[in-house]
């Protein structure tokens, strides 16, 4: 059947406006297609999303800084700006999430200010959501493939998995996809690993209460001090 010139051109517009509207990413090449790969209710980040898209609004972050993403753990990073003052970091964590969700949202909260470095802590909820070590390792090598399509000239760190107390019986699966990846980074160039597991155990091999709040999950000023000894050689 034959469509009406009304028609038609209603439907040109519509193409167009799609079009418009779509990520400016380069996806065809990307192994994470965020059209048919979308987390299961990855609409319940919407509003941090928003919030910080809301914030830039007001106070854009200048290009060529240091982005840190990642879950909780970069959230509750408050002496972030503090405990790397000769750098341009900009937080975009946002709490339990994990890294297809973060990846999904790579190209509102990453992507658009062009880092010199990216900072990634994830990993952490995956496992504890019950996923295996090789999904994880899996989701995490597609966006850091991504992240080297997005920006081929950015730094790629990633801060080891975290031994936290409430999560010990994972620990085997934390040390198999810390090692994965830590193997993967090695063969890219521009790319690095820091291992904060090791510096947060004590000597009997268990994790220091010290570096932990009361749910046992969540770090103190004291964990985050071994995070930015650990990760200062590693920044740009």
Known sequence: MKLSNTLQIFVLL???????????????????????????????????????????????????????????????????????????????????????????????????????????????????????????????????????????KTKITFLAIKPSPSRWHLIDSIKKTNAKVEGYLNTMENASYVDILNPMLMDNGRPNPAYYLADSLHMTAAGYDVWVEKLKPHLE
């Open 14 to 152: 519509f193409v167009v406006f799609a079009v418009g509207c779509s990520p400016k990413l380069q996806t065809t090449q990307s192994k994470f297609n965020i059209v048919q790969n979308i987390p299961e209710n990855i609409e319940r980040w919407e509003k941090d999303i928003v919030a910080f898209e809301e914030a830039d609004k007001i106070q854009r972050p200048k290009k060529g800084g240091i982005v840190f993403v990642g879950s909780s753990s970069i959230v509750g990073w408050k002496t972030l700006a503090e405990d790397f003052p000769d750098q341009n970091t900009i937080n975009r964590g946002f709490g339990g999430s994990q890294t297809d969700e973060v990846h999904y949202y790579a190209y509102r909260i990453l992507y658009p200010y062009k880092p010199k470095q990216v900072v990634v802590y994830v990993g952490d909820n995956d496992l504890n959501a019950g996923k295996s070590t090789e999904r994880v390792f899996n989701d995490l090598k597609d966006f850091f493939d991504d992240i080297r399509l997005q920006l081929p």
